[in-house]
């Protein structure tokens, strides 16, 4: 007899032992541990600059210039795979622009743009009415690169060269920060007319001969911290856009 009642008990034993680690097994199967759905296609966003030698980054290094500034600092506020296109080079008037985006064709299918011209008209000493009849239209060919969407178009304003020493060597600085002013309120205009975002960028220049870390190796062009500043501007509003 006690044989079989300590059989029993190793029965019991061994049946609650059974059963304790069934319950264990069905507690890991149905709280598997979470396994997360595949991710998604990684979001693409492709921007498009245009511009002259302001846009191009003239005298600092690539990754220097605005257009990729902005870039990386969109990368690191919005996930996405960017693509940067610059359509621009160092003295480049509102005409050159145009005939090289005609030539160049980019695809109606940007999900930004910015549009930063005029400076060389100013330089060369052209009519103002040719920047009044070309400056729209390229306004207009940006929205057309843009999907068609005004929204997302950015128009930059012209930094003002008489605040570098280059600017300071001319026979009247004045009249250049004078003549600058007329284009950028042409186009500030124009984009409020228009319902299109405008950055003001040019007082950061104006600060190119009291703080020369604006002013880049060339001492003419902004340097890589006066673009970081423009940055600071656009990027709020780039945000906006893509978001």
Not at 89 to 108: C, D, F, H, R
Not at 127 to 133: I, K, L, R
């Given at each position: 007899?006690?044989?079989?009642?300590?059989?029993?008990?190793?029965?019991?034993?061994?049946?609650?032992?059974?059963?304790?680690?069934?319950?264990?097994?069905?507690?890991?199967?149905?709280?598997?541990d979470p396994v997360g759905p595949a991710n998604p296609e990684a979001r693409h966003v492709k921007y498009l600059a245009l511009g002259d030698s302001y846009t191009i980054g003239q005298s600092v290094c690539e990754t220097c210039r605005f257009p990729e500034q902005l870039k990386t600092a969109l990368a690191g506020e919005m996930a996405a795979d960017y693509t940067l296109k610059i359509i621009a080079q160092t003295g480049w008037t509102t005409t050159n622009l145009k005939?090289?985006?005609?030539?160049?064709?980019?695809?109606p299918d940007y999900d930004l743009v910015t549009l930063l011209i005029g400076v060389n008209n100013q330089y060369?000493?052209?009519?103002?009415?040719?920047?009044?009849?070309?400056?729209?239209?390229?306004?207009?060919?940006?929205?057309?690169?843009?999907?068609?969407?005004?929204q997302r178009v950015i128009i930059v304003s012209i930094p003002d060269y008489a605040y570098t020493p280059y600017g300071q060597s001319a026979s009247d600085p004045g009249q250049?920060?004078?003549?600058?002013?007329?284009?950028?309120?042409f186009a500030e205009s124009y984009a409020a007319a228009n319902g299109i975002a405008f950055a003001d960028i040019t007082d950061i220049t104006r600060e190119?001969?009291?703080?020369?870390?604006?002013?880049?190796?060339?001492?003419?062009?902004?340097?890589?911290?006066?673009?970081?500043?423009?940055?600071?501007?656009?990027l709020p509003k780039a945000k906006e856009i893509l978001r």
């Amino acid at each position: 007899m006690k044989v079989i009642h300590a059989l029993a008990k190793i029965a019991v034993c061994l049946l609650a032992f059974s059963c304790s680690s069934n319950d264990d097994r069905r507690g890991t199967v149905s709280n598997p541990d979470p396994v997360g759905p595949a991710n998604p296609e990684a979001r693409h966003v492709k921007y498009l600059a245009l511009g002259d030698s302001y846009t191009i980054g003239q005298s600092v290094c690539e990754t220097c210039r605005f257009p990729e500034q902005l870039k990386t600092a969109l990368a690191g506020e919005m996930a996405a795979d960017y693509t940067l296109k610059i359509i621009a080079q160092t003295g480049w008037t509102t005409t050159n622009l145009k005939n090289a985006i005609a030539a160049q064709n980019p695809s109606p299918d940007y999900d930004l743009v910015t549009l930063l011209i005029g400076v060389n008209n100013q330089y060369q000493g052209l009519p103002f009415e040719t920047y009044e009849v070309e400056f729209p239209q390229l306004v207009n060919t940006a929205i057309r690169l843009a999907q068609g969407d005004r929204q997302r178009v950015i128009i930059v304003s012209i930094p003002d060269y008489a605040y570098t020493p280059y600017g300071q060597s001319a026979s009247d600085p004045g009249q250049i920060s004078s003549e600058i002013d007329r284009y950028n309120r042409f186009a500030e205009s124009y984009a409020a007319a228009n319902g299109i975002a405008f950055a003001d960028i040019t007082d950061i220049t104006r600060e190119g001969i009291a703080n020369p870390a604006l002013v880049a190796p060339d001492g003419l062009h902004p340097s890589q911290l006066a673009y970081a500043k423009f940055v600071a501007r656009l990027l709020p509003k780039a945000k906006e856009i893509l978001r």
